[in-house]
């Protein structure tokens, strides 16, 4: 491998990583609000930039638009990551790289560099991430999820009980195929954490009985 091709190859990776946080990080929720609705949703309801908390303030089509923007981040992400990594020299450096990037998108989203490094719990964009790097788990899981959130109207809890699921899925599924692709089963560990303890509040009011639930509303018109 002479010197250039080294050098082609190693900015890869930080490269996809930088436009993996940039691209987390765009608020949207914060963006649509301020454009069209002229409001700071970081005010509203729970303060979180979240698609949930578009949909308690804005409406559902809002709720709607915010949440699909936020997953496309997720699966945008990854596959820049792949684009850039296509060339690498083994599986584990394209597995590692792709699950970072998947890593930092989401680490974008709740922690944006445009909002003082703060933002949503990243589920949707998670689903993002796991709808390029592994899609038949994830339906499962977001069939789980609407069937939580339609039967209890607790976003919150849908979301916890879809995350774990789809960590537990991927931990048997890896077991049973000798870990082909440890790097996305850590992603998914460190993941699911996280969004437990962005939740951490939720599980309190949940276990106390004072969690809000969703209602589908309509807002004004932009």
């Known amino acids: 491998m002479n010197y250039l091709s080294l050098v082609l190859f190693n900015y890869k990776p930080v490269l996809s990583i930088l436009i993996a946080y940039l691209l987390g990080s765009i608020p949207t929720s914060y963006l649509i609000g301020r454009i069209f609705f002229n409001t700071d949703i970081r005010t509203s309801g729970s303060g979180n930039t979240g698609a949930t908390n578009a949909l308690r303030t804005f409406g559902a089509r809002t709720g709607v638009i915010v949440l699909i923007i936020d997953i496309l981040k997720g699966v945008v992400a990854v596959m820049i990551a792949r684009m ?3 060339s690498a020299h083994s599986m584990f450096s394209f597995n590692l790289v792709e699950s970072l990037s998947g890593l930092v998108v989401i680490l974008g989203h709740v922690f944006s560099v445009f909002l003082k490094f703060k933002g949503g719990k990243g589920v949707a964009t998670a689903a993002g991430v796991f709808f390029v790097l592994s899609p038949l788990p994830l339906v499962f899981c977001l069939v789980l999820f ?11 809890l849908g979301s916890i009980l879809a995350a774990v699921s789809f960590m537990l899925i991927d931990l048997v599924s890896q077991i049973i195929s000798r870990f082909p692709n440890i790097p996305r089963l850590m992603l998914i560990v460190v993941i699911v954490l996280l969004i437990l303890i962005r939740h951490r509040s939720n599980l309190k009011r949940l276990l106390e009985g004072r969690e809000n639930k969703v209602v589908f509303r309509k807002k004004e018109k932009y």
């Open 84 to 86: 850039l990594m296509i």
């Open 146 to 156: 609407a069937y939580v959130v339609y039967t209890s109207k607790y976003v919150s």
